[in-house]
Structure formats: C-alpha cells, structure tokens
C-alpha cells in the first residue's frame, strides 16, 4: 500500500519501503518501457543495443540512481531544495542545484510528448473496444478486424490532427485529474490500483506472445551481440533509454527520494527498482517482437512498432481483437502512472516556488505542457515542416516530436546524470551521503568508483562520439 504519514517535520512521507518502492517502480514503468525500449532496440540493430543497455543500466543507471535518492533523501524537499542543501551541508556552491532544474524542464518536456503517446494508447483502446463491440463479442471470434485495416490505424490518426489533438487533451486531462487529488489520493491510488492490474495483464499477454510467436528468432536479435554495430549513435541511444527508463536526469528520484524516511535502505531499494525496471523492458521485447516476427513484419518501425506492427501481428492470430485491446489497457495504465509522477515532479515545484494551491498549479503546467504537445501531435500532420532545431544536423528533419524526444533522452538526461556523478562523486559531503547509502563492503567501493570515475567518463565520451558527430554533421 502507498499510504503516506506526515512525519515530525511536517513533510508526507511514504508509509514503509514497499510504498517507496511500489511508487517509484511505478513512475519507471511505462511507455519508456513498452513502448520507446523495442523501438529503439528495434531501429538500433538489436542486440549491440540491448546488451549495452544493460550494461549501462547496471554500470551508470543504478549508481545514479542510488545518487539521485540519496541526493532526495538528505535534502527532503523539492529537487532543486533538495540539492542546494546537500551543497549548503557540503560547503559547496548552490549553483549545483542546475542538474535538478535540467532535470525538471527534462521532466517538462518529455510529459507533453509522452501525453501525445498516452492519447494514441486511449484512440487505440477506443478502436479495439469499438471492434469488439460491433464484431459481438458473444460470437467467440472476438476477432473484429483484419490485419490490413488496423496497419491503417496509425496513418488515420496521424492523418487527422483534430482527433490526435483530443486524445492528447483526453489523456492529459485524466492526470491533471489525478495530479489535483494529490499524493494520497492521487499517486497513491494510481500506484495501488494500476500497477497489479498492468503486472497481471503484462504477463499474460507475455505468455501469450511466447507460445504463439517466433521466439527463436527473437532471441538471436536480442541478445546476439554484434560488435560492429555498436556505434556511437548507438551507444548514446543506449545509455539514454536508460535514464530514459529508469526515470533518471529528469529530477524525479530526487523527488521520491525526500518522501523516504530514514529507515528504509536505499542501497537495496535502488537495485530492486533498477531491477523490475529492466524487466519489464526486456519482457516488453519479448511480448512483442515474438509476434512481430511470426507475422514476418518490420523490427524497425521505431515508434510504429508497438501501435502499427504489433496490433496488425494480433489480427493474424485467433481472438486477436481481445488480446489487442487487452494489451492497449495494459498500457494506458503503465504510461498514466508514470505521467502522474512527470507531472507531480514540476507541479511540486511550482506549488513551493509560487505558493499557489496545488489544483490551480497542476492545471497551469497542464495547459503549458498541452500546447507543446499540440505542436508534437500534429508534427506528423500538418506541422511537419515546423523543425524548431532543424538547422543542427542532430535535429535535421525532425519534427517538434522527435525533436523533444531527441532533446531530452540523448542530451538533456545524460547530461543531467552527468553533473550528478559529478556532484555526489567528487563534490558533497561524503561523510552525508555514504552514510545513509545502506550498503557497505565491496559494494559501497564499487559504487563509490562507478559515480566518481565510470559515470562521468564514460558518460562524457559516449556524449562526445554520439553528440558531436551529430552537431557537425560527420
Ligand atoms: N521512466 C518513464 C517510462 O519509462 C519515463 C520517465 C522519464 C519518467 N523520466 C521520468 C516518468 C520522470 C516519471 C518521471 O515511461
């Protein structure tokens, strides 16, 4: 249960560990993981991409992540709060505090596309029930469509901007909605309710994918590690997805990290959220390219795959109406969790820095982060040729979509996790953080050498190769 108590100093505090973990679990699950995870392992070539994702998520992932809750944990207020007083009880600068306003811009920026994605999920969830209805579902088909008419679902969306624009303000509007109710009411309920239910569909359809798909073929382009291919645009994908996933770089941790109390161990906590995080990505892989395959379709469609080839990979297979709208359930709830906590993240800010009351302040930041998502929506529509970064080659030929997309994974995430390690490496107070860090031994040394020497070189150089050739064009 995500119960919160207010503790002596007045701040909403999770009940216990499992409340921490269950929440924070919940803001890392999502359409990172369903959805963004196969995409880019999917255009990235496969398993170059996904072993080195992992070794990122267990090399630099985790000790940020431990970073970042600890940063929270100590500073038990809003992000940026929190890390000034980390640097005020280091006798450091406060102008750390820079990588948690990255963070929360980073955290900004992705809800408003991430709510474009969270509408696609509503119209596809809206068609499939639509199919089942009008196919009678008593007639044991359950099978409404054909293969060819839901490939077309995607270009009728994205050839209709309207519609894109109300499902964006649909999805948008339901966590503005849980966002006003506030922590307990809120994230608590989304916590508690959503995620047993993601987790029970999540591995059914799993199963589902496995017995019925081409599993062979999907571990040879998973985990087959070809070298050649692990290029620096790669790498960077990689190591971005990674924060991406694990919701790091974007102020969040930080953030759940203050409502931790002091008993809970945050050593242990980080590795078991780093753990069902990864989990959840890898069996995404396996729900969904099993079935892509056997219905001999493209792994490279990026953001296509999980709403174009998958669901058209459903139609092939008997009662694949049900299962398709099954799935899209399954992923509203995942993506609506974490698009609670993208939004909590700013909206608390924002409630300390103005004094305003928190409904007011939620639907302030909801309105701001729709008319970006406006332009996002309709960048595959009528605002195609609207390409605000387009003059970077980085950026060249992308919409306001991909340009968010490629703004925040590849540039402003790492490079927020970059000043973490920095600053929990080599700048605050040892004496403050490694003491509650809850591990000790060969562990605390590993991770002691992973943020002060590993994270930040590794991630300066994969920013170098997979950035720089980028920006000029090489
Ligand atoms: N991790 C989330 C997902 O996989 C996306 C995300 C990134 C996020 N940063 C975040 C969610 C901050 C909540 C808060 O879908």
Redesign the pocket.
């Known amino acids: 249960m995500v119960t919160t108590t207010a503790p002596a100093e007045g701040r909403e505090h999770w009940s216990g560990r499992a409340a921490f973990i269950l929440a924070a679990i919940g ?11 196969p995409a880019e392992a999917g255009t990235n070539g496969g398993g170059a991409f996904v072993i080195f994702y992992i070794l990122c998520i267990v090399l630099i992932g985790l000790p940020v992540l431990l970073s970042e809750i600890l940063i929270g944990r100590h500073g038990q207020d809003a992000a940026p709060e929190s890390v000034r007083r980390v640097a005020r009880d280091s006798n450091a600068s406060e102008r750390w505090a820079v990588l948690a306003d990255i963070g929360m811009v ?2 900004f920026l ?1 809800l408003s596309f ?1 709510c474009v994605v969270g509408g696609w999920v509503l119209y596809y969830i809206g068609q499939f029930a639509g199919d089942l209805f009008a196919s009678g579902p008593l007639s044991g088909a359950f099978a409404g469509s054909t293969p060819e008419a839901v490939q077309q679902l995607m270009p009728d969306l994205f050839a209709n901007g309207g519609t894109q624009v109300a499902m964006l303000a649909l999805f948008l509007g339901i966590t503005v909605f849980f966002v006003m109710r506030g922590i307990s009411k809120g994230i608590e309920f989304v916590a508690t309710w959503m995620m047993p239910a993601f987790f029970m569909l999540f591995l059914a359809i799993t199963v589902y994918g496995l017995f019925t798909g081409d599993l062979g073929q999907t571990i040879d382009f998973l985990f087959v590690f070809e070298p050649e291919k692990l290029t620096g645009s790669v790498m960077l994908a990689a190591v971005g997805q990674a ?10 941790m930080i953030t759940y990290g203050a409502y931790a109390d002091k008993s809970i161990n945050l050593g242990s906590t980080s590795g078991i959220i780093a753990a069902a ?1 990864t989990s959840v990505a890898l069996l995404a892989g396996f729900a969904i390219f099993p079935i892509v395959f056997a219905a001999g379709l493209a792994v490279n469609a990026g953001p296509a795959l999980m709403f174009q080839s998958l669901p058209t990979a459903f139609m092939t297979m008997p009662a694949g109406t049900l299962i398709g709208l099954a799935f899209f359930i399954m992923v509203f709830f ?2 609506l969790t ?2 609670v ?2 939004l ?2 700013p909206t608390s800010w924002a409630i300390t820095k103005f004094g305003v009351g928190r409904k007011k302040t939620a639907a302030t930041v909801g309105v701001l982060a729709f008319l970006i998502g406006v332009l996002a929506a309709l960048s595959f529509n009528s605002l195609a040729d609207f390409q605000p970064l387009g003059f970077i080659p980085l950026f060249e030929g992308m919409g306001m979509f991909d340009t968010l997309d490629t703004l925040t994974g590849k540039i402003m ?1 790492p490079i927020a996790a970059l000043i973490t390690a920095i600053f929990v490496g080599w700048i605050a107070d040892r004496n403050l953080l490694d003491a509650e860090n809850g591990i000790s031994g060969w562990l605390h040394h590993s991770w002691r050498f992973l943020v002060a020497w590993l994270c930040p070189i590794v991630l300066v150089l994969i920013l170098l190769v997979g950035i720089f050739p980028g920006l000029i064009g090489g």
Not at 27 to 37: C, E, Q, T
Not at 243 to 252: D, N, P, R, T, Y
Request: charged residues 10%.
């Open positions: 803001s890392a699950v999502g359409l990172g993981n369903l959805w963004r995870f980073a955290a992705i991430y924060f991406f996933s694990l919701s790091l770089g974007s102020a969040m995080d995942a993506a974490s698009a906590a993208l909590e993240a995430l």
